[in-house]
């Protein structure tokens, strides 16, 4: 028994927010430039405060070095690195282990 195309019904669609799926990047964009940003921000205050109380004048530009630093390894730890493949000199990233980044034909022979 065929049903004309208008008389099958289908699961409902889940709701978009109007968002496309691809701003997975721009995602991941925004989360590394927030560590950066916060870790500035609060090792910068945390030298600040500390000037204040100690009368100094070194700790805030020590705190926003540090927190820089910081903000980097983070970042690093958190979203990985791009590896050397060794001689060749492509790059393989940290998801697809063994696969450079400049393949473009996958299981061809």
């Known amino acids: 028994m065929s049903q004309r195309p ?58 926003i070095v540090l927190g820089a630093a910081l903000g980097i390894f983070v970042i690093i730890r958190r979203f990985g690195r791009v590896e050397e493949a060794g001689a060749t000199g492509a790059a393989t990233l940290p998801g697809r282990r063994g696969q450079s980044s400049t393949d473009k034909t996958e299981g061809t022979t």
Do not use: C, H, K
């Not at 500390?50 to 009368?55: E, S």
């Open 6 to 63: 208008e008389q099958q019904r289908s699961a409902p669609e889940a709701p978009t927010s109007g968002v496309p799926a691809v701003s997975g990047g721009m995602n991941e964009g925004m989360r590394v430039l927030s560590y950066l940003i916060s870790g500035v921000a609060l090792y910068g205050a945390l030298g600040w405060v500390g000037d204040r109380f100690l009368g100094t004048a070194f700790l805030l530009p020590v705190g």
